[in-house]
């Protein structure tokens, strides 16, 4: 063979095999491995009693005995127990008048503590971060949150970071396919630091609007600091493997759109109002999340059984059995995850998926012990199902979140490697499931059904 064909031919083997080589790392880096994961637990003087609630509550002059009888209903019927937190300045009593500072020594509490408490279980230093990424929905000052937490942890001056704002409580896996997403766009393997909280200090409504009363009954203090990676050499130790992820979001629609907002009362008081078409825009963005999610976890043999039975349903409509086919998920899915929104959120869910009481008690015993953290619930979740002892390799654990805008976003992990660590339930996590969800507030305050006429009254 002449010289020139033989070194073409030559040439175009070694780029086929530095091309194969190259596709095959860039399919080993596309990997989106959990190296761990710390839910914040702030101190016990922070604790949300009764006692403390119905001072809370008897500070605001506003209320009457209508309003008293309200939130005692949507209270006891929160799911939400004697150990949540708040921000020291809803204790101290200052909800109506927040400062700044009151926010970010907020912010600074959880950074503190979880941040730091990853780095230190991981042995990952601040400056092997490569992309961080922030949500807080309710708190945007300037320097951003991200920002702070670059500086606070000194952070390298190149990092990409990313502070993402009113994507509520569903914002946390909306930061995690971004940090996905910059791990597959990478071709070096590199350390994704995302971190989720909430912002209650400044958001505290002490008004009389009954849709912007609800969010004070179940929004509490919390956050989750979460260290990915996409280096094929962390598989080993990593927690868990993110297989897919699918986010629907409907707020093309007005209902959707506006069901879950920040506004002004009449008043002039801002706070979360919580519409009475929020349970009908969670079913549209859950029903438009789940077909796209259902082919990639689901064995063909359910998706297979699911049209089979479906189409006998269209064929003989008139049949004995009126209740629609629905999709099997724990054909495909050990665990589930789900956001603790609320006891009607669960419910709603698990009656959706057709999941049994044992399958829902996680996200049930997080919003009893926690409340709803926001956009940090679903670690809190998981961490319940790792303190328990239940996840082992192979399994497969399915999140689910809602949010506002409307969205409900979902994604898929595979355990790969031990998880046995208590984490923040390390106090607690032999306490539950307790013998009962009740709380204290109807022994206490039930006297309050009984009072005639709509006069204000004390609650001491």
Excluded at 92 to 109: T, V, Y
């Amino acid at each position: 063979m002449e010289l020139l064909p033989l070194l073409t031919v030559l040439l175009l083997a070694h780029a086929l095999v530095y091309l194969g080589w190259t596709a095959a790392a860039r399919r080993r880096q596309s990997r989106c491995y959990l190296l761990d994961y710390v839910c914040h637990k702030p101190g016990d003087g922070r604790k949300m009693s009764t006692e403390t609630s119905g001072a809370m509550i008897q500070r605001n002059k506003r209320l009457g005995l209508p309003d008293y009888r309200f939130l005692l209903r949507v209270i006891v019927g929160s799911g939400i127990g004697e150990h949540t937190y708040c921000p020291r300045s809803i204790l101290e009593g200052r909800e109506e008048s927040p400062a700044l500072r009151d926010a970010l020594d907020e912010m600074d509490a959880f950074l503190d503590d979880a941040v730091a408490a990853l780095f230190a279980r991981t042995g990952v230093a601040p400056r092997d971060v490569g992309v961080h990424v922030l949500n807080v929905s309710m708190l945007s000052p300037a320097p951003s949150l991200a920002s702070r937490a670059v500086r606070r942890y000194g952070l390298l001056d190149d990092v990409p970071a990313y502070n993402l704002t009113g994507m509520g409580c569903s914002a946390g896996l909306v930061a995690l396919d971004l940090a996905r997403n910059k791990l597959r766009a990478s071709a070096r393997p590199l350390v994704a630091l995302v971190v989720s909280s909430e912002s209650i200090a400044p958001n505290w409504y002490s008004g009389t609007d009954k849709s912007m009363m609800l969010a004070n009954c179940l929004f509490r203090s919390g956050g989750a600091a979460v260290l990915l990676s996409n280096d094929p050499a962390h598989r080993r130790r990593a927690k868990m493997e993110l297989g897919c992820l699918v986010r629907a979001h409907t707020g093309a629609s007005d209902d959707a759109h506006g069901c879950a907002t920040q506004r002004e009362d009449a008043e002039g008081r801002v706070g979360i109002s919580l519409s009475k078409a929020l349970p009908k825009a969670a079913v549209r963005a859950f029903t438009d999340n789940l077909p796209r999610l259902a082919p990639r976890v689901l064995p063909v043999s359910e998706l297979a059984r699911f049209l089979y039975r479906r189409l006998l349903a269209h064929l003989h409509p008139a049949g004995g059995n009126k209740q629609a086919p629905r999709v099997n998920f724990k054909a495909g899915v050990e665990h589930f995850c789900l956001h603790p929104g609320g006891t009607a959120v669960i419910e709603a869910v698990k009656q959706s998926l057709g999941l049994d009481d044992g399958d829902v008690e996680p996200a049930r015993m997080t919003l009893h012990r926690w409340g709803n953290t926001s956009a940090s619930s679903l670690w809190y979740v998981l961490s319940y199902m790792e303190a328990k002892g239940r996840l082992k390799k192979g399994d497969r654990v399915l999140m689910l979140t809602f949010g506002s805008g409307f969205k409900c976003n979902s994604c898929v992990w595979e355990v790969t490697g031990d998880m046995a660590d208590k984490g923040a339930w390390a106090d607690c996590i032999d306490t539950y499931p307790p013998e009962s969800l009740a709380n204290p507030y109807m022994d206490k305050f039930g006297w309050i059904n009984d009072v005639e006429g709509d006069s204000l009254i004390s609650l001491g």
